[in-house]
């Protein structure tokens, strides 16, 4: 008798999907997974994909990196947000942010940017950073973070180094060069 139910549930026709589309719940289903596909491929390409700037590599080597994925910079390109920018011994870069920001990575700089609701978050890691912050909208800062130092700009010309002493105790230095902080 189970064998006889096994072949019968395999006699009956297959629905087609034209004949599916028929059916009511059928714009559902598929309206549901349009929906549930437009969102994974937004969720993919969304915030963290929209350029925040450019990289330009003045000379030496320059490289960009994403996701331990790192790339040389030759010649200009997009940086997106939550891409590090590094730049090895002998070379120096320019971040040019859609503010108008202009950021100059020193040799042996590490920087980290990612554009936030209230603004450019800048991590330095290591080296000098050189930063002419553009005027920033209200209720909007640049915020550099360096080692346990968080300094807030509102649009200046200012240099931010992160030194190591030979006791292993790193230290943040902040040169105003025009404006405040």
């Known amino acids: 008798q189970r064998d006889r139910e096994l072949t019968s ?34 969720m993919r390409t969304g915030p963290a994909s929209r350029a925040i700037g450019m990289v330009s590599c003045l000379y030496g080597m320059v490289a960009v990196q994403d996701n331990g994925t790192s790339r040389a910079v030759s010649e200009p390109v997009g940086l997106k947000s939550g891409q590090r920018v590094m730049t090895r011994s002998g070379s120096k870069a320019q971040i040019l942010l859609t503010d108008r920001s202009r950021l100059i990575p020193d040799p042996r700089t590490t920087v980290q940017i990612a ?3 209230r603004g450019p978050r800048i991590l330095l890691a290591q080296g000098t950073l050189g930063i002419e912050a553009a005027k920033q909208p209200p209720g ?17 010309k200012l240099d931010v180094r992160l030194v190591e002493k030979p006791s292993g105790i790193r230290q943040t230095r902040v040169r105003v060069l025009s404006g405040s902080v």
């Open 115 to 117: 554009q936030t609701r």
């Open 9 to 42: 549930s395999r006699r009956q026709p297959a629905v087609s999907f034209f004949q599916f589309l028929r059916r009511p719940l059928a714009f559902a289903t598929i309206g549901a997974a349009v929906v549930a596909l437009a969102v994974g491929i937004w």
């Open 140 to 156: 909007k800062s640049m915020t550099i973070e360096a080692s346990h130092t968080h300094v807030k700009v509102l649009g200046t």
